[in-house]
Nanobody
Framework: QVQLVESGGGLVQAGGSLRLSCAAS????????MGWYRQASGGQRELVAG???????NYADSMKGRFTISRDNAKNTVYLQMNSLKPEDTAVYYC????????????WGQGTQVTVSS
């Protein structure tokens, strides 16, 4: 079984930046895509961004231009650089992995809280 471990969440003021990291415990042929979802309190889980092994990316529209996803295949690690954070970005961010970005639900991390104060 592959485990995903997130780090890097925390409290930041609006306009600030945070960098999330997610490391997979091992490589797997079932993992081509890695990325992030988020879930705000009382809301539904939504895709933030995903990246495939060859570097193809997909972002939710509201994150384009502010968030950047990257990946180190040798370290089985994905990163999410979040800039110009807004209070509405406050959520639990979950690392996810799977075969494609659209089906990136085979493996989940436990989540890391990101809180953006106004």
């Amino acid at each position: 079984q592959v485990q995903l471990v997130e780090s890097g969440g925390g409290l930041v003021q609006a306009g600030g930046s945070l960098r999330l990291s997610c490391a997979a415990s091992r490589s797997s042929v079932r993992i081509n895509a890695m990325g992030w979802y988020r879930q705000a309190s009382g809301g539904q889980r939504e895709l933030v961004a995903g990246i495939t092994r060859d570097g193809s990316t997909n972002y939710a529209d509201s994150m384009k231009g502010r968030f950047t996803i990257s990946r180190d295949n040798a370290k089985n690690t994905v990163y999410l650089q979040m800039n110009s954070l807004k209070p509405e970005d406050t959520a639990v961010y979950y690392c996810a992995a799977g075969w494609t970005i659209a089906t990136m639900t085979s493996y989940w991390g436990q989540g890391t809280q990101v809180t953006v104060s106004s």
